[in-house]
């Protein structure tokens, strides 16, 4: 399994570099096993000893305990990665992303802006028509109700 720091690498390199990632996936998941096994109780220990002589309650994470090796794997990942041509990959997507002038950008952007407002327009109608149907539906049933307390109060009149 390819770590989350990894992935862009991995997928940015030709064949040989994904070859080469995924190893590298594999001693990274071998050491952090290893690192959580030893090292990581180890570090607590030393964490909980400088609390009780400090007196702070500072607990140390996982997360932060892995971060430098994190890091080292992910250098690594990158440096294979360069040397298998994901530098060039992203090159392209700058010269693609490069041949937009200022101008088409600022279009684009204009037009994904109307395309948005006409959305929330036609939300916002569809909204008006069903509050509408209920406040008809609303309107109905208390005439009726209305109608209906007229007819018993007729009814309850003495007749003369």
């Given at each position: 399994m390819i770590p989350e720091f990894m992935r862009k690498y991995y997928e940015g390199s030709n064949s040989d570099g994904k070859e080469a990632i995924s190893k590298l996936a594999a001693d990274y998941q071998e050491?952090?096993?290893?690192f959580f096994e030893t090292t990581f109780n180890e570090k607590q220990a030393f964490q909980r000893q400088w609390n009780r002589?400090?007196?702070?309650h500072r607990?140390?994470?996982q997360e932060?305990?892995?971060?430098?090796?994190?890091y080292k794997y992910e250098e690594k990942a990158r440096e294979v990665a360069m040397a298998n041509g994901y530098g060039e990959k992203q090159q392209q997507e700058q010269e693609q992303?490069?041949?937009?002038t200022p101008e088409q950008v600022k279009q684009e952007q204009l037009k994904e802006a109307k395309?948005?407002?006409?959305e929330a327009q036609a939300a916002?109608?569809?909204a008006e028509q069903a509050q509408a149907a209920e406040c008809k539906a609303t309107r109905?049933?208390?005439?009726?109700?209305?109608?209906s307390m007229r007819q018993r109060q007729q009814e309850m009149r003495p007749k003369l």
């Open positions: 050491e952090r096993r290893t002589v400090t007196g702070e607990e140390l994470s932060e305990a892995i971060a430098p090796i994190d992303a490069a041949d937009h395309q948005e407002q006409r916002v109608k569809q109905q049933e208390f005439l009726e109700n209305l109608e």
